[in-house]
């Protein structure tokens, strides 16, 4: 069984761009989520899709968003790029209950310059 | 809000020396999820506990979740260089969804 899979592994921005990353879950899990990992913040949640419904969303600003198509494949915009933006962007895919484990894909590193 | 503290930040151990991370969770958790990201890694489910109380162990690891479900330990016996790597602990956001709250986590390091 494939596991999480996440696109563009490694992208290099500038401040003010817009960046799109792309996660395709393993297959059967509906559920979606995304976490922004830096070493000052560790592990923050951002937010999760369950059936192209927006479920759960963290203490992020507008500038990030994301949706889920109809596959359960996810993609996750940040829009207007700060240099605190720079982290690495982890995809998570489960079945959707609660209390499901949840399964990380390798990551997008997003380097903001 | 909600937070989830682990403790300690850095280990470094000599090879065969136990190792132990503890978690504390600000809120009763109905479940906690223990993750192991290896340098240059993306987090890797260990296991779940869930009942008031319960021990689980996996060869070397073991994991307890406390009696009030507030807290929670992993304890390596015997480490070895192959357990070098951060270990989160996890607990449900809330209710519905999978949301997790994760603590910093604990970097081991291992010497032979």
Known sequence: KAGVTQTPRYLIKT??????????????????????????????????????????????????????????????????????????????????????????????????? | GQQVMQIPQYQHVQEGEDFTTYCNSSTTLSNIQWYKQRPGGHPVFLIQLVKSGEVKKQKRLTFQFGEAKKNSSLHITATQTTDVGTYFCAGPENQAGTALIFGKGTTLSVSS
């Open chain 1, 15 to 113: 401040r003010g761009q817009q960046v799109t990353l792309s996660c395709s879950p393993i297959s059967g899990h509906r559920s979606v989520s995304w976490y922004q990992q830096t070493p000052g913040q560790g592990l923050q949640f951002l937010f999760e899709y369950f059936s192209e419904t927006q479920r759960n969303k963290g203490n992020f600003p507008g500038r990030f968003s994301g949706r889920q198509f109809s596959n359960s494949r996810s993609e996750m915009n940040v829009s207007t790029l700060e240099l605190g933006d720079s982290a690495l962007y982890l995809c998570a895919s489960s079945l959707g209950d609660a209390g499901n484990t949840i399964y990380f894909g390798e990551g997008s590193w997003l380097t903001v310059v």
